[in-house]
C-alpha cells in the first residue's frame, strides 16, 4: 500500500523514511511498480496537477489475448465509470510488448486459469484516474490481472528488487521526469 499508515504492510515497514516526505500518486494493493517519495511540493504538484499530463506506462497481464481493435480503442479513449459519472480515458498508447522485462512472481501469485491464456500489454497514459488501467481494460474485455506502473516519464523500475528505495538528488529526478525550468533552492 502507498501510504505510511493503516493495515497490514506500509511504506514504514519497508524503510525509515523522514517525516516531511509523502508519495506521490497511489498503489493499490493490488497492484505494484515506481512509486515517487517526496518532501518536494513543486514536484508533487507538477505530477499530481492533471495539466501537465505526463507519461506513466503500465504494464498490465490481462485476461486473454486483446486483438488490434482491443488495442486501438485503448488509444482512443473508453467509457469507464469515475465517481459514479461516466468518463472518456484521454489518448493513450497501447501496445504488446516484444519481450516484458524480468519481473518477479507475484505474491500472492495472479489467479490461473488452465483454459484462458493470459497476455502482457504495454499501456501509456497521461492521465491518472482511480483504477484507471484496471476499468480501461475490463472495457475492452480484457481484466487485468497484474498491474505494474513500470515508469513515469523516463524514470523506470529497471533494475529494481521489489521494496528497493533509492534516493535521488534533486537533478536527476527532475531530468529524468523531463521537468523544465528546474530551479536550484
Known amino acids: 500500500m502507498s501510504q505510511f499508515s493503516g493495515e497490514g504492510q506500509t511504506l514504514a515497514s519497508l524503510f525509515h523514511f523522514p517525516k516531511t516526505v509523502y508519495p506521490v500518486g497511489r498503489l493499490d494493493k493490488d497492484s505494484e511498480g515506481l512509486l515517487i517519495i517526496t518532501d518536494d511540493k513543486q514536484l508533487n504538484h507538477h505530477l499530481l496537477n492533471p495539466r501537465f499530463g505526463h507519461q506513466r506506462t503500465y504494464l498490465a497481464q490481462v485476461e486473454g489475448i486483446p486483438d488490434q481493435e482491443a488495442l486501438r480503442q485503448l488509444e482512443k479513449g473508453v467509457d469507464i465509470n469515475v465517481d459514479g459519472k461516466i468518463y472518456r480515458t484521454k489518448h493513450a498508447v497501447a501496445k ?10 507475484r505474491n500472492p501469485p495472479i489467479r490461473y486459469r488452465k483454459n484462458v491464456p493470459d497476455t502482457w500489454i504495454s499501456l501509456t497514459l497521461i492521465e491518472g484516474k482511480n483504477r484507471q488501467v484496471r476499468k480501461m481494460t475490463a472495457a475492452v474485455g480484457h481484466p487485468t490481472l497484474r498491474l ?37 533552492k
Open 96 to 105: 504488446i510488448p516484444e519481450q516484458v522485462p524480468d519481473l518477479p512472481e
Open 148 to 184: 505494474v506502473r513500470w515508469s513515469v516519464e523516463k524514470l523506470t523500475i529497471q533494475g529494481f528488487q521489489v521494496g528497493e528505495v533509492r534516493e535521488m538528488e534533486k537533478e536527476e529526478i527532475y531530468r529524468a521526469l523531463g521537468l523544465s525550468g528546474f530551479r536550484r
